[in-house]
């Protein structure tokens, strides 16, 4: 018994798609409703923060003052600012 080939993105079920794209989300502690609403804006990572504003950030549905607070930290941290 050997183990299964790692699988392709392309070859993921939609919920394995959605959680490969959630993984640094994930590791920074966000809630399961904040990592979806950053998925679906096309936030995969810290880094993709350069591409929006902290308002559009804030009307994310699913983006708590808690998540934003967790982001903030990540982003100090690695000198990444919000698109003004």
């Known amino acids: 018994m050997g183990k299964e080939p790692?699988?392709?993105?392309?070859?993921l079920n939609p919920a394995e798609q959605q959680e490969a794209l959630e993984v640094e989300w994930f590791r920074?502690?966000?809630t399961a409703p904040?990592?979806?609403a950053l998925v679906e804006a096309k936030?995969?990572?810290v880094s993709d923060?350069?591409?929006i504003s902290l308002q559009e950030l804030q009307g994310l549905s699913g983006i708590s003052k808690s998540s934003i607070a967790r982001i903030?930290?990540?982003?100090?941290a690695?000198?990444?600012n919000?698109?003004?």
């Not at 790692?6 to 070859?11: A, G, P």
């Not at 903030?72 to 100090?76: A, F, K, L, P």
């Open 6 to 11: 790692k699988r392709k993105r392309h070859e």
């Open 28 to 30: 920074i502690g966000l």
């Open 34 to 36: 904040a990592r979806k």
């Open 43 to 45: 936030l995969y990572k």
């Open 49 to 51: 923060m350069r591409k």
């Open 72 to 76: 903030q930290v990540i982003m100090r």
């Open 78 to 80: 690695k000198k990444i």
């Open 82 to 84: 919000f698109r003004n």
